[in-house]
């Protein structure tokens, strides 16, 4: 069947839009991981007018690539199944755009050939295609990640086999997810001596999906590597710590319930997982041309509000421990801004919030809604 997106039509296998097809892979649900994906490009070149060239090393259908090529970039679109690559070739000559077509497995093409972005879009861990995207990309790369369960602690040895971290399965899965993501990228490219700079990150149902730029050099690649450290989590009170370090020294015990169930985890990235400059860019280039501008935007303005913090609370969890109602969330969060300190949502969650605050401040400092 015959689907447009954004300003392209293409052909995918099948006749419903909604099933995942087998032979050649379509995901409807993904157009706002693609939408985002031509706004951050565009962004991008805002900012650096030299780059033209953009490698989408899994490509399918084609989709993210000929939406690439239509936005202008020189694009390279490389799969390994072959009937893949033949629909890819027919997506693009039925759209007109010039676009190189490519059956060869993704490193082997990265390592013998270079482009500015480099776009990994794979079925589950992108680890293994990480080295040869970090160490080759000159500008940007574009990152999904859709397995989850090992990146947030919830398949422990999976995550600490695949990401060299011990991911903890705490409450806040998305933020542990995304910054064990990160944490990995970020030691990845340092073996390059090259630093990885977090453009544009978030948490989307079932992935997580990164925007990382570069800057060359040792001493930058061991800067990047300062925003890595660990946490300490009492799965009991919920008290929560971070440490910027290698050699981790927290207490065996809770430091404020006294209890001996805390997990220690980590390399996390602690740093922030977005550039809010960046985001100014990328919000400037969102425009009807793009399939579901609305879906973005909402987005990056979510994104963009977010504070730091590398952990998240969720209010109707807390409340529940409180045996009290939750409460409209922009109250919640004004009380917690009134007793003086910073709060925001999180963009992953309606539910979940952002604060340095502690349960107890947060108790003490909602209590009267
Ligand atoms: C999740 S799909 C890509 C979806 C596509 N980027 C999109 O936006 O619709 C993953 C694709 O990676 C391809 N693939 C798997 N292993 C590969 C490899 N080693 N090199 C290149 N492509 C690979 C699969 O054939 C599949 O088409
Ligand atoms: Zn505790």
């Known amino acids: 069947m015959r689907v447009t997106e954004g300003s392209v039509e293409i052909d995918i296998p099948g006749t419903s839009q909604e099933e995942i097809e087998e032979d050649v892979f379509y995901n409807p649900n993904q157009v706002l991981n693609r939408d985002l994906t031509i ?14 060239t953009y ?3 899994m490509a399918a259908s084609g989709i993210r690539g000929i939406r690439a090529a239509a936005e202008g970039w020189d694009a390279t679109l490389c799969d390994t199944n072959p009937e893949a690559v033949s629909l890819c070739k027919q997506n693009l000559a039925h759209n007109d755009l010039e676009g190189t077509v490519v059956h060869k497995d993704a490193n082997a093409h990265i390592h013998q050939h270079s482009y500015d972005v480099i776009d990994i879009d794979p079925f589950g861990s992108p680890i293994p295609f990480a080295d040869a995207a970090l160490s080759n990309a000159h500008d ?3 990152i999904t990640a859709t397995d989850t369960a090992p990146l947030c602690g919830a ?7 695949r990401y060299d971290s011990v991911p903890r399965n705490t409450e806040f899965h998305p933020e542990v997810g995304l910054r064990t993501l990160i944490s990995t990228l970020a030691r990845t490219a340092a073996r390059y001596d090259r630093a990885i700079q977090p453009l544009l990150s978030h948490s989307t149902r079932h992935y997580h999906r990164v925007y990382l730029a570069f800057e060359d050099g040792a001493q930058v690649a061991d800067s990047a590597l300062e925003n890595l450290g660990y946490l300490l989590y009492c799965p009991e009170c919920l008290y929560r710590e971070t440490q910027y370090t290698r050699f981790p020294s927290f207490s065996d015990e809770c430091p404020n319930c006294e209890s001996e169930q805390t997990v220690i985890g980590g390399p996390l990235w602690l740093a922030e997982t977005t550039d809010s400059e960046f985001t100014t860019r ?12 609305d879906n ?25 421990r409180w045996s009290r109602p939750a409460s409209a969330m922009d109250d919640f969060l004004d009380a917690i801004r009134d007793a003086g300190y910073q709060a925001s949502r999180a963009h992953y969650s309606g539910t979940a919030f952002k604060t340095p605050a502690t349960v107890t401040e947060i108790r003490k400092a909602t209590k009267s809604l």
Not at 282 to 293: A, F, G, H, K, N
């Open 140 to 142: 940007l790369v574009c």
């Open 155 to 161: 398949h422990f040895n999976a995550g600490i086999r």
């Open 39 to 52: 706004a951050v490009l565009r962004a991008y070149r805002d900012v650096n007018s030299n780059a033209s």
């Open 296 to 320: 973005v935007s909402t987005l990056i303005e979510s994104v963009d509000d977010e504070i730091t913090t590398p952990t998240h609370y969720d209010q109707h969890k807390l409340c529940q």
């Open 282 to 293: 990328v919000q400037q280039r969102i425009d009807e041309s793009l399939e579901d501008p």
């Open 55 to 57: 490698l989408d090393a």
